[in-house]
């Protein structure tokens, strides 16, 4: 079940999405977090944010609308108060960070710096108060300026992308051009709902993320086309993952590793339960490393591997 991301390997090839399963040791009563390839935090800025006013989680037919808004108590407090127990259950931790301007990426990241982590995450998917409120995510030069500055924390770099833009691809090799080891795809996607007895939004902010099975056809088709136009990139998959065989697709469309969300939120063991019928389906259909499955779809007809 060993998989490689970039320089990164890791004993499993599922983790934690962000924003899904807090700081990690949350759900460590339902899973072992050190059976996990690994923890993925709740995303981190340099200062505390208290993020969006409520209500910020709402159920959708196929998922659920999220607009908490990045609240975190601060890089800082995390390394100090979170970070520890974290580590003490033998996890691998992958740190999200975001910021609202370059330079808040580069002091996020620096205030992680040496502090033993696997991989820094970085939540391009936010507004750039610096490019007229924009999305880093949705401009090449800013998501590559974001992604050069989170090259402080001195460990790998994997960027986030928003699958809300014309061409993924472009943004994607901006943010590996700019030193990105690899992408994680996709994050939510742009939606809303709206009360039809009051006729007002039913998140407080208005609209939201969107994110759970829904969004899983939208994380194949990132994946897929990104892994077609950029060749054997490092991709690590996720959207809609809830089974092992959800897990089998986003590899097969070329990720390496995938990222169970939404589907904690209903069970927080989901993240072991999908490692172990991934693993199940390996040896049904006579996989005897993981990592073979990687971009099967950009390979038809390729055999099992003994």
């Known amino acids: 079940m060993t998989v490689r991301i970039g320089s990164v390997e890791l004993p499993s090839p599922v983790m934690t999405a962000s924003g899904t399963a807090g700081y990690g040791t949350e759900i460590g009563a339902y899973v072992d977090l050190a059976s996990l390839g690994a923890v993925v935090t709740k995303s981190l800025s340099p200062f505390d944010w208290a993020g969006n006013r409520a209500p910020r989680v709402v159920g959708t037919p196929a998922g659920m609308l999220n607009a908490v808004g990045l609240q975190n108590p601060g890089a ?99 943010a590996l051009g700019a030193g990105a080891e690899a992408l994680t795809l996709v994050n939510t996607v742009l939606g809303m709902s709206i009360d039809p007895e009051t006729a007002q939004p039913t998140l407080g902010n208005g609209g939201g993320g969107l994110s759970g099975p829904a969004i899983r056809p939208v994380a194949v088709r990132a994946i897929y086309d990104v892994r077609a136009t950029l060749g054997d990139v490092p991709i690590v998959g996720v959207g809609g993952v809830a089974k092992g065989e959800h897990a089998a697709e986003l590899m097969a469309a070329g990720a390496s590793a995938v990222q169970v969300g939404t589907a904690s939120f209903w069970d927080p063991r989901a993240p072991r339960n999908v490692a172990n019928e991934l693993a199940r389906w390996c040896r049904r259909h006579k996989f005897s490393r993981v990592a073979s499955l990687t971009g099967r779809a950009h390979r038809p007809g390729i055999e099992p591997q003994p």
């Open 76 to 174: 800082q407090a995390w390394l100090e108060h979170e970070l520890p127990r974290l580590q003490r259950t033998g996890a691998r931790v992958v740190a999200s960070i975001w910021g609202r301007t370059v330079n808040d990426y580069a002091a996020a990241a620096r205030t992680l710096a040496g502090a033993g982590l696997a991989a820094l995450e970085v939540n391009v998917s936010c507004p750039n108060l610096e490019g007229r409120g924009q999305m880093f995510a949705c401009d090449p030069v800013a998501t590559a300026e974001a992604v050069s500055a989170s090259g402080a924390a001195g460990v790998p770099v994997w960027a986030k992308l928003t699958p809300n833009v014309t061409d993924l691809v472009e943004i994607a090799e901006a």
